[in-house]
C-alpha cells in the first residue's frame, strides 16, 4: 500500500504550535508521511527567521 502523504503549511510559530502534536503522530505511523511549507512570518528577519528552527525540529524527529 502506497504511503499517504500530508502537507502542512505553516505561516508563523503560533499555528505552528498547534501542528506539532499533529506531525509527532504521523510520524508514528509507516503508511503516512508528511511535507512542511513554511511561509509568511516564519521567513521574516523581524520575527527571527523562525523557519530555521522549526524546520530543524521535524528533521531531527524524523
Not at 39 to 56: A, I, K, N, Q
Amino acid at each position: 500500500m502506497a504511503k499517504r502523504v500530508v502537507g502542512v503549511l505553516s505561516i508563523g510559530r503560533t499555528d505552528y504550535s498547534h501542528f506539532k502534536p499533529i506531525l509527532e503522530e504521523i510520524r508514528k505511523r509507516p503508511s503516512l508521511e508528511y511535507f512542511l511549507i513554511t511561509v509568511g512570518m516564519h521567513h521574516s528577519p523581524e520575527f527571527g527567521l523562525t523557519y530555521r528552527p522549526v524546520l530543524c525540529l521535524c528533521c531531527k524527529a524524523r
